[in-house]
């Protein structure tokens, strides 16, 4: 008795996967008679043409998760098909399809946004596809985890990596990394005083001493660039006033450009070139 709804249920998947497959066959062969695209390298390539995945559900009769994983497949093995030079053109759709038929649907996409990034070289649209995974699932740090990674390492739009990480550290079950990847992207858009507050965080927080040696460079990193952008701004401002540059750091207190000098994390000097200006920490944080 207990194998005849099992039955049933392969032979309606089997059904919906034929239906689906004429289905998508028939999108096909009037396409192509329309615009002469040819895409029949890739079986059920119509999908591009499909209106929404709110429209593709009513049709799946209750097998839209089955649909999804389809698709899914199919879209991989689309994006491999290297001939088609337009494919990119449709990638937010047929990814916007999959999210209709099972929103929970991890993995197309990390997938869909990884495609963006590496292959579409649209880090934007990879933002698109995970800012979506993240509407329909916002208890899954993994969405604004990876936007703020693409952001940071390949755009190199570290606003957006620091609103990404923000959000990402606010959902339960986000790793304890992310905050350390926060205060770099803080690091990176030159917002020294907020990188340096959240470094003092991750020391404090720290449970074992490689993470507070870690932070400790950051907090070394981060002071001196601080100080360096103060001192330099102020050896501007002395070679405007007196149309030369300072002989040292000190005759900038002596002139009363500014009124004390800062010292680095380690209570040393900085270091400064009088024939070109220049101000330099006197140790790199990772060799302390």
Do not use: C
């Amino acid at each position: 008795m207990g194998k005849i709804p099992l039955l049933e249920r392969d032979l309606g998947k089997r059904g919906l996967t034929w239906m689906l497959v004429f289905f998508l066959a028939s999108f096909m062969g009037l396409k192509l008679k329309v615009d002469g695209i040819k895409r029949q390298k890739v079986p059920g390539s119509s999908i591009i043409y499909i209106p929404s995945g709110k429209f593709l559900k009513h049709l799946t009769f209750g097998y839209s998760s089955f649909t999804a994983d389809l698709i899914y497949l199919w879209a991989i093995q689309y994006y491999g098909t290297y001939e088609i030079a337009d494919r990119f053109k449709y990638l937010d759709h047929i990814f916007s399809i999959i999210a209709e038929l099972d929103p929970r649907y991890v993995d197309p996409y990390e997938t869909g946004a990884m495609i963006a990034v590496y292959e579409a070289r649209d880090p934007a649209l990879a933002y698109k596809i995970l800012d979506r995974g993240l509407e329909k699932n916002p208890d899954q740090w993994i969405f604004p985890f990876d936007a703020g990674h693409y952001a940071q390492m390949v755009a190199r739009d570290y606003e957006a990596a620091e609103e990404y990480f923000k959000k990402a550290m606010q959902i339960p079950g986000a790793p304890e990394h992310t905050k350390r990847l926060y205060a770099n992207a803080l690091y990176r858009k030159s917002d020294f005083k907020s990188a340096w507050e959240t470094w003092l965080d991750v020391y404090n927080e720290a449970k074992d001493d490689r993470i507070r040696k870690i932070a400790n460079n950051h907090l070394y990193q981060a002071k001196s660039a601080a100080d360096i952008k103060a001192l330099s701004e102020a050896v501007a401002k002395f070679r405007e006033k007196y149309n030369r540059l300072p002989l040292s750091l000190e005759e900038l207190v002596g002139t009363g450009v500014i009124a004390s000098l800062a010292r680095d994390l380690d209570d040393k000097n900085y270091l400064y070139d009088p024939n070109t200006g220049e101000v330099k920490a006197p140790s790199i944080p990772w060799k302390r």
